[in-house]
Nanobody
Framework: HVQLVESGGGSAQAGGSLRLSCTRS????????LAWFRQAPGKEREAVAA????????FYVDSVKGRFTISRDNAKNTLYLRLDSLKTEDTAMYYC?????????????????WGQGTQVTVS
């Protein structure tokens, strides 16, 4: 069974910081694109950041470049997303996700496994 569990969300002021965590289990892939998505009320779910496990290459959507940092701790099976210089438009439910086997795309259609989400609210 594949399970993803996000944590670390909460409320923050504009300009503040948060760190989101995602623990995972049951996924047997070796090289794949770990990803964070977010969805604000009334908007489509969008990719925010991704990390390729083959060489740790990272990717970010334009709106968060320079402010968010994706990383992982292999020993803890944990994926992180550090949110710095938060803006009110960052308010959303944040999800970590794993792709369908043998895929390398970075849209929600490429992802099969999702966590329950953790809410980030920026005032």
């Amino acid at each position: 069974h594949v399970q993803l569990v996000e944590s670390g969300g909460g409320s923050a002021q504009a300009g503040g910081s948060l760190r989101l965590s995602c623990t995972r289990s049951g996924y047997t892939g070796s090289r794949y694109l770990l990803a964070w998505f977010r969805q604000a009320p009334g908007k489509e779910r969008e990719a925010v950041a991704a990390l390729y496990t083959g060489d740790t290459t990272t990717f970010y959507v334009d709106s968060v470049k320079g402010r968010f940092t994706i990383s992982r701790d292999n020993a803890k099976n944990t994926l992180y997303l550090r949110l710095d210089s938060l803006k009110t438009e960052d308010t959303a439910m944040y999800y970590c996700a794993l792709p369908f086997p043998m895929t390398m795309g970075w849209t929600q259609l490429h992802y099969k496994y999702w966590g329950q989400g953790t809410q980030v609210t920026v005032s």
